[in-house]
């Protein structure tokens, strides 16, 4: 039996144009709207995947506003059996904070739920995150969590399967595709394209309305991030030369092509 | 004092570690001309030093052994410290590479001090500022560093890699470094190669036929992968496309899936995201065609055609058909 615990983030759609919030502390998402991270959803996929294959329960947590429930109730429609919310406003925290703020969660669970939850009493074999999140891309949750924990972590994980006590997860090096053996319990950081995230079904979204979220406040004042303001890049000025419109520009393409050498 | 951690790839120094070091130049230019060393750690080539040196290295500490030779990023952020600790660092650095900011952020972590992932250029030296990518460099953010050692990885492309005017000394320092059980619980055990599997034809494709949203949808691939064959070529797609399933991930091309090099790239219905953009900047011709003439490709590409590719592309095809005869 293999317990997961998966942290996400709520993140703006960032698939379209990003545009910056008045303050420029934060992105715009009023007419985007807000997601997971490619990464964060491969690693929820995982996470419910050694779950069930292993008879365990995997846990969904966030730290972040009060409408990242949006996000946990995603994961809890794919498979996921408990959610923890850690209401803080996002724009105050950094990596380190969100990082001590998952790991006294995960204590408090293990230790038998001083935070009452659903969750009271679990031991989490395994942790689960992305590997970088879309808007502050930090690239260091994962490493300081498992610090705090102290569990070995490995990063830039693809696929996790585990039996014995031992995952055996594998990544893409400079060399090739790379396997780790990693004794439990401890932390992999997830990312995308090893696993295909599964959609909710109509039942799961129902089961998922039905989970109560447990609800924490935040241990310690957070630190921050040294974030002083973002700005957009410039706009690259066009180079392009336009061969034509339409279907009738078939003969100059292919023209072009045969000049290039290719095609022929 | 800085100290740049070093990958290395094949049998020489690593492109990105060389841009890092060059970045290096600038931070200690700036500094009054803050000596440099470098941290090499597991087996290295044996021209490593000299490539180093003519970065303008001063000493280059080599960390070394049986316990080395497999990558664990614990053992080699502990290395990194070890450096940091006989070189009496103020800046620790990296190339912004998955394993450049694990490495870096292993560092910080140990150090307990921040880490900044991605810079692309400093402002002020006191406070120290850095700019660095966030949104995968669809927007950038200015962070202080205040914390010594500052600790931060370089973003690959931020600075082109330029040997020194001045050569450093590129002594070899040999390091040793206290490794706990803990920091070799977890290592590489095997590598595979994957060079002709999945993504392998894709990386070393001479011509890619990319394909985005406006193929519509799992049956709007047709056409592009019609054409990729007459070239003798390979699809890469947009990461919209393998999110919603419509093509299997490792045909992805950008800064989550593979960076392509192809001598013409032919996008077809791809909007030219920035995150899109870091994986085919290379290709030596770009030929994009897209509905949307504002679109950011289309004004990147060294040519374009206005249009919809469900009608421009089988039209090429004929074309290539017909003069083939
Ligand atoms: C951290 C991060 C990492 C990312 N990594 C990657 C990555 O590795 N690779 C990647 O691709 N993206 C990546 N993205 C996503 C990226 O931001 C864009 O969302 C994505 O590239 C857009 O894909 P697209 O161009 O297919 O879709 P869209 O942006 O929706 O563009 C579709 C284009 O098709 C055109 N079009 C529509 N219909 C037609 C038609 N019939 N004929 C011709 N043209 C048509 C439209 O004018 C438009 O320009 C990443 C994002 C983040 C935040
Ligand atoms: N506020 C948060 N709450 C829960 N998990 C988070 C949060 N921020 C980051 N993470 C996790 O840590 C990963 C890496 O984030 P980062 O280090 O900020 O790039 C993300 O992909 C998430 O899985």
Redesign the pocket.
Known sequence: MTNVLVCIKRVPD???EVLLAEDAQSADARFVGFTLSNHDSCAVELAVQVASATDGTATVLTVGSAESVEQLRSALGVGCAAAVLVEADPVALGPADVAREIAAAVRDHEAGGAGGGPGGGTTYDLVLLGNDA?DS?DFQVGIRLAHELERPVVTGIKTVTVADGTATVHGDGAEGRETYAVPLPAVVTVLEGGVEPRYPTITGRMKAKKIPVETRTLMQAPTGSGRMRLTLPPAAPSTAEVLGEGPEAAGTVVDLLQKLGVGR | MILVYVEVSGDAVSEVSLETVTFARGLSAAGGGVPIDAVLVGPAPSGATAELASYGVRTVHHADGEDLERFSGAATAAAVVAARQAAGSVVVMAGGTNRGNEVMARVATRLDVAMAANVVSFGGLSPFVVTRQV??G?ALEEMRLSQRPAVFTVAGHAVEPTPAPEPGAGTLQPLDVELTPGDLAVRVVSVERTDDADAGSLKSARIVVGA???A?GPDGFGDVLELAELLGGSLGV????TSLGWRPHHE??????SRISPEVYIP??????I??WA?CASSKVILA????PE?P?MTKATYAVVG???EVVPAINEEIRRRRG
Not at chain 2, 268 to 273: D, E, L, P, V
């Open positions: 960032f698939s379209g879309a891309g | 949104v995968g669809a985005g949203r406006g519509g947009s990461r919209v496309v992805q091309v950008g800064q989550t899936g077809c219905g791809i909007s030219g995201a995150q899109h994986g065609i897209n509905t949307d679109a490709m919809d590719m469900h």
